[in-house]
T-cell receptor, first 115, second 111 residues
């Protein structure tokens, strides 16, 4: 059973470009979470999605950031017009069951560098 | 919302000694407390967790304690080994879907 997959693992963008990060949850998992980790920091929650629905986006910046989890295919975190401050590791996690106290399994992360 | 504080930010212990990392949380509704280990450039991996209906849990050299009244929980690693060197994150689930992480403790095991 493959774990959570993320691609690309490394992404370099120039300021003003768009970044698209993909996450495929573990088989059978329909709950996806995105976290951002700045250097030397903990992980900060961004958004929680189920298939075709955004459930909680309270941690996501209001502008330039969007997320989706279509009926078919991976979840996508999209950052438009990237700025240097967007440079971070972006981790996706998935869970079998919704709600707290259920283990979330993390992907290997996408390291975004904005030049 | 929930806030998780973690101490210390860096910890160096001699190989074979014990390491203790402490966390506090603010939301009394939190009922699940996982601990993650993250090696350099790798994903966070769950190493142990504790639910609010127990006060202590042990798995080989790793143990976690929870004091709900005081809203603090701790990770104990005994007989530390070089492969224990990593960043450790405590976390709390405040009853909804997100995990709130502490800022991490960088553990160095000294030879």
């Amino acid at each position: 059973n493959a774990g959570v997959m993320q691609n690309p693992r490394h992404l370099v963008r120039r300021r003003g470009q768009e970044a698209r990060l993909r996450c495929s949850p573990m088989k059978g998992h329909s709950h996806v979470y995105w976290y951002r980790q700045l250097p030397e920091e903990g992980l900060k929650f961004m958004v929680y999605l189920q298939k075709e629905n955004i459930i909680d986006e309270s941690g996501m910046p209001k502008e330039r950031f969007s997320a989706e989890f279509p009926k078919e295919g991976p979840s996508i975190l999209r950052i438009q017009q990237v700025v240097r401050g967007d440079s971070a590791a972006y981790f996706c996690a998935s869970s079998l069951i919704a709600g707290g106290n259920n283990e979330q399994f993390f992907g290997p992360g996408t390291r975004l560098t904005v030049l | 919302g929930e806030n998780v504080e973690q101490h210390p930010s860096t910890l160096s212990v001699q190989e074979g000694d014990s390491a203790v990392i402490k966390c506090t949380y603010s939301d009394s509704a939190s009922n699940y407390f996982p601990w993650y280990k993250q090696e350099l450039g790798k994903r966070p991996q769950l190493i142990i967790d504790i639910r609010s209906n127990v006060g202590e849990k042990k798995d080989q050299r790793i143990a976690v304690t929870l004091n709900k009244t005081a809203k603090h929980f701790s990770l104990h690693i005994t007989e530390t080994q070089p492969e224990d060197s990593a960043v450790y994150f405590c976390a709390a689930h405040p009853g909804d879907d997100k995990i709130i992480f502490g800022k991490g403790t960088r553990l160095h095991i000294l030879p």
